[in-house]
Nanobody
Framework: VQLQASGGGLVQPGGSLRLSCAAS????????MGWYRQAPGKQRELVAI???????NYADSVKGRFTISRDNGENTVYLQMNSLKPEDTAVYYC??????????????WGQGTQVTVSS
């Protein structure tokens, strides 16, 4: 199972970006999908998660600014980021809790995409 993330870049404070992450491989079902981030010198932290039924959960620091969504048919998760702040600067990683076609659980991570918020 592989995750391919895209959509990062450089944006000014107050701007928006949309991250995408597509899962591929021997996938039977994807349960939870999520986004995490890691800033320089800091630990990786949860940004947002979404379970297969659509329930979402957000870090307090991004509530009201970020929106996570998913397309179950395309095995893709999105993160719409609005009103970006310099403190949102980090490498963003997508994650998927996968059940493979051989009925094995697999915790998959994407390669990371850089988001830089700066004027």
């Amino acid at each position: 199972v592989q995750l391919q993330a895209s959509g990062g870049g450089l944006v000014q404070p107050g701007g928006s970006l949309r991250l995408s992450c597509a899962a591929s491989g021997s996938i039977f079902r994807i349960n939870t999908m999520g986004w995490y981030r890691q800033a320089p010198g800091k630990q990786r932290e949860l940004v947002a998660i979404i379970i297969s039924g659509g329930t979402t959960n957000y870090a307090d620091s991004v509530k009201g600014r970020f929106t996570i969504s998913r397309d179950n048919g395309e095995n893709t998760v999105y993160l719409q980021m609005n009103s970006l702040k310099p403190e949102d600067t980090a490498v963003y990683y997508c994650n998927a809790d996968v059940l493979t076609t051989t009925q094995m659980p697999f915790d998959s991570w994407g390669q990371g995409t850089q988001v830089t918020v700066s004027s």
